[in-house]
């Protein structure tokens, strides 16, 4: 009693100091992707934490609870469901390794999230948000992926919105931010660069290659995305036109850190960095099993996870045999997350398999010395946040890029998952262990990732009550966003000083050629009279 009653007034006395009250937010992240959904409600998760009511919109059961979070569940159907699997397995049977075939081949992913994201704007729980009068918010969040036009519901309850995005920035985020693209010298998609250093010539033919695709690829996703703006939103006069929509996001929480990770760019204020955020600043206890295997490896441990969408019953029986055959023979311990505790790989003393692994607070245990996984953006965040050099099995989507990148920076090693074989796979293993710098790299990039003036969360915190403070705060746009193509280009000014230099041009022209006329037809009258002259004489 003495307690919560204590914990109310530190409470209010937050509220008061902060000068914000508790908020009632409205959070979107409806995406049915696991890696996206762990990150926007890590962000959502802050402000419920810090005492604002926060009413959650998913189509999968989130990891993260709190008493401020009302979650509203738009289940995936069987169907669904049944072709996500089919989907997953069909990637994971694939050799996706390169990146650009492995993007195409994510359409059809894009597709069903697309759809998904659709359907669940077309809920009647959902529509109930803005059609029952009797609901109050101040904020709409939505975790953002290719989906612009959700934010339409924020237009309907007439509040701010702020993305929530487990993305990195690149060219679908222009028309929300207009921030500099510079394609230049910060490094696009596919394109690596150690930060500081300029693109070399065929990094730079490369970058603007990827930025057209991007580009095409953003104008179809815009068209897609405004006729499901009109489908959901048309038949409301008072709502504006699908392109305006796009200019009214407050801001965006990017799931990323520049100035450790790169690249180096300009920013707008809008731009705001919280990479890291589903990483607990401070682990947790690890469960008893767990903790006692690891503080008795002496010789260090291993952990393995591909993640959750690619599970252990859809890999090729032979590579998982293959791996185990690597693994049981090293004298590190090793925790291999696998589902199906009734039909493991192997037994091996070394060996704990686990269904369900808390991998934040695993990788944070001083005996880890290797993290082997599929190359997905949290897992390696984590990796990075806590200094844990890596071996990455990429198989699909984002996987080989990310994979690259790790390499890249030597925080570890890369090899394709389908294409396993033992001795390479122990080479790799024992090159990461044996070899000092990729520890070293990445332990030195974690200090780095972790000097910030705010915390990833208390910097969701403060930018996301700021918006609630200064009503959308408008003044953090860039004004690009309100201008047209010949403005932002000033081209509007070069046309009058083109027409201003042809017409001075002109005009100089024509009087030189009347004044060379005047001269050289006085020159000649005054010849024609000299030369009289001397004839004369
Ligand atoms: C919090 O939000 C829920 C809607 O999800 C609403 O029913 C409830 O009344 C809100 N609580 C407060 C204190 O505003
Ligand atoms: C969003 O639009 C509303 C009007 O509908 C406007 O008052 C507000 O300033 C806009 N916010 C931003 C961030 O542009």
């Not at 390794?97 to 998904?116: C, G, I, P, Y």
């Not at 690597?326 to 291999?336: A, C, D, F, T």
């Not at 009734?342 to 070394?350: D, E, F, I, V, Y």
């Not at 009087?511 to 000649?524: A, C, E, N, P």
């Amino acid at each position: 009693m003495m307690s919560s009653k204590f914990q109310f007034l530190a409470f209010i006395a937050a509220v008061l100091i902060n000068g914000t009250q508790s908020a009632n937010i409205l959070a979107v992240f409806s995406c049915p992707s696991p890696s996206h959904l762990i990150v926007e409600i890590s962000m959502a998760k802050v402000l419920a934490e810090n005492g604002h009511n926060v009413t959650v919109v998913t189509s999968m059961k989130p990891h993260v609870t709190h008493k401020n979070m009302h979650i509203i569940q738009v289940d995936l159907t069987e169907e669904e469901n049944r072709s996500m699997k089919d989907t997953m397995a069909k990637l994971t049977a694939r050799d996706n390794s390169d990146t650009l075939s492995a993007l195409f081949r994510m359409r059809q992913q894009f597709e069903f999230m697309f759809n998904k994201n659709r359907d669940v704007m077309k809920d009647q729980r959902v529509k109930d948000l803005y059609e029952n009068k009797d609901n109050k918010f101040d904020l709409v969040m939505i975790g953002y992926f290719l989906n612009n036009f959700q934010i339409g519901i924020a237009q309907k309850l007439k509040v701010p919105v702020v993305l929530a995005s487990s993305m990195f920035q690149w060219e679908i985020f222009y028309s929300t931010l207009g921030n500099p693209r510079e394609i230049a010298y910060v490094p696009n998609i596919g394109v690596f660069g150690k930060i500081g250093s300029t693109l070399t010539f065929s990094q730079r033919v490369f970058g603007l290659i990827s930025f057209a695709i991007q580009r095409v690829f953003t104008y179809f996703l815009e068209k897609d995305n405004a006729a499901l703006y009109y489908e959901l939103y048309g038949d409301d006069p008072n709502m504006p036109p699908y392109e305006e929509i796009n200019k009214n996001v407050s801001l965006v929480l990017f799931n990323t850190h520049g100035l450790s990770e790169g690249p180096i760019r300009p920013n707008m204020p809008g731009v705001i960095e919280v990479g890291g955020i589903q990483v607990k600043e401070q682990p947790d206890p690890l469960p008893k099993d767990i903790a006692e295997f690891l503080d008795n490896a002496t010789d260090g441990a291993i952990l393995l996870s591909l993640g959750s969408n690619i599970q252990g019953k859809f890999l090729k029986p032979e590579t998982v045999q293959k791996m185990f055959n690597v693994l049981s023979k090293l004298k590190q311990r090793i925790i291999w997350k696998w589902e199906d505790l009734s039909k493991t790989p192997g037994k091996s003393a070394n060996i704990m398999y686990s269904k369900w692994l808390p991998q934040d607070d695993i990788l944070a245990h001083p005996k880890i010395v290797l993290f082997i996984n599929h190359a997905g953006r949290g897992g390696i965040t984590e990796s990075q946040y806590h200094g844990k050099p890596m071996l990455s099995l990429p198989v699909f989507g984002d996987q080989p890029a990310n994979a690259d990148k790790v390499v890249f920076d030597e925080f570890g090693l890369s090899m394709s998952l389908l294409t396993l074989e033992e001795k390479p796979f122990r080479d790799n293993i024992l090159e990461i262990l044996e070899n000092p710098k990729y520890t070293q790299n990445v332990k030195a990039f974690s200090q780095l990732f972790r000097d910030r003036p705010m915390t990833a969360r208390q910097t969701v915190l403060y930018w996301v009550e700021y918006v609630l403070r200064y009503h959308g705060a408008p003044h953090l746009q860039s004004p690009l966003l309100h201008m047209s193509f010949i403005t932002a280009n000033n081209l509007d000014i070069f046309t009058i000083l083109f027409v201003v230099l042809i017409v001075v041009v002109f005009v100089n022209a024509l009087i030189l050629r009347l004044v060379y006329r005047k001269l050289t037809g006085k020159s000649k009258k005054n010849e024609n009279t000299k030369t009289n002259k001397l004839k004369t004489n």
